[in-house]
């Protein structure tokens, strides 16, 4: 009796990537319901510093209280819903002002003033301002719309002991490059974890690491990825291989040997070098448009010494970013035609087929 062939994973469907009753289950289910990386703390190091981030749509005020606790408002005031703060980032005098009648927040949310409203019944205590779920991980601040969502460590698994040693929470930005491309989110993550198109698409990595050679861990619920050595010499990821800045400070020698690539669902993509530190930020603008955030952290002993370089690795990675947005635009290109059929994939895209089970369920 002849045994049955296991079927071979195929990509998704078409419609995965052009319904736009899709794009919007998809957006409430893993940007509304689940922790988001929205930036890092060191832009807000101070009470009153703030950032706006937007969220699908939804402008988000991250800030600090008085007393240094972090705080995420939906930017809309209680009183006729104006948005309050137009620029993307800055030093709040003490409060949150609404620009339209006076309606004022203190950093913590609650009302402070509300000009006019002289009524018996009218109570500031009902009125702050919508909070938005805020969290801390090794520097990286991430925000969650749930109603009552699931701590984040657990959302993380077993990642902040695995990356402990890089202390993320120390590096600081030496740049952020912000890139609008016109494909879907999901095809941006798709194309991160897998490098079979590596030799074709990009020989500087390539010439770099072998793309046959990850070492990828068994797939979490949340979070997927694993590490890729060096070859012909190369010490991290930059123009020729060479590094130019120390190891960060607490790395084992196994550790300085590898970059991690991981994807915490649904929005940052984690890049740990043995001297540095490089995240993506994903943020849907359309079925079909995506704009990410991608930033470069260095240890500040590093920054502080009078011959630092970044633009090595920078340059390098900024090549390697433009030559997999125009081919991922290319692939949404293609999957909009009608000749588009879902096609198989090998057995070394497993992560990504195991992303696909997840989107679909």
Not at 77 to 94: E, F, K, Q, W, Y
């Amino acid at each position: 009796m002849t045994t049955p062939a296991t079927p071979v994973p195929k990509t998704l469907s078409a419609r995965y990537f052009t319904d736009p009753e899709i794009y919007r289950r998809e957006v409430e289910e893993f940007y509304f319901r689940s922790w988001i990386c929205a930036g890092r703390a060191e832009q807000i190091a101070e009470p009153g510093q703030y950032f706006l981030r937007d969220v699908c749509g939804e402008s988000i005020i991250v800030t600090r209280d008085s007393k240094r606790i972090l705080r995420a408002f939906y930017n809309v005031c209680r009183h006729r819903g104006t948005r309050m703060i137009t620029v993307s980032d800055g030093n709040l005098p003490g409060r949150i002002q609404c620009p339209y009648h006076g309606w004022s927040y203190g950093l913590d949310g609650c009302l402070m003033g509300a000009p006019h409203m002289d009524e018996a019944n009218f109570c500031r205590q009902d009125y702050p301002l919508h909070a938005v779920h805020s969290d801390l991980w090794d520097g990286h601040i991430f925000i969650n719309f749930a109603e009552r969502p699931e701590p984040l460590f657990q959302q993380l698994g077993a990642l902040p002991q695995k990356f402990a040693n890089w202390g993320m929470q120390d590096l600081r930005l030496e740049r952020r490059i912000v890139y609008d491309v016109k494909a879907n989110w999901k095809l941006l993550i798709q194309n991160y974890n897998e490098c079979l198109h590596c030799p074709l698409l990009h020989p500087a990595l390539n010439r770099l690491t072998d793309y046959l050679g990850a070492d990828n861990e068994p797939s979490a619920p949340t979070y997927v990825g694993g590490a890729m050595g060096f070859r012909g010499g190369a010490q991290t990821m930059s123009v020729d291989g060479s590094k130019r800045r120390d190891f960060l400070p607490a790395l084992t020698e196994e550790e300085r040997k590898k970059v991690c690539y991981y994807t915490i669902y649904p929005n940052l993509l984690l890049s740990l070098h043995p001297d540095y530190m490089m995240t993506h930020t994903l943020w849907p603008k359309a079925i079909d448009r995506t704009v990410i955030s991608c930033e470069f952290h260095f240890h500040p002993s590093e920054m502080a010494k009078p011959d630092f370089h970044s633009d090595d690795a920078i340059e390098f990675w900024d090549l390697t970013n433009r030559e997999d947005w125009a081919i991922v635009e290319q692939s949404q290109a293609g999957i909009q035609s009608r000749a588009y059929t879902p096609g198989p994939y090998s057995s070394r895209e497993e992560l990504l087929h195991v992303f696909d089970q997840m989107i679909i369920k």
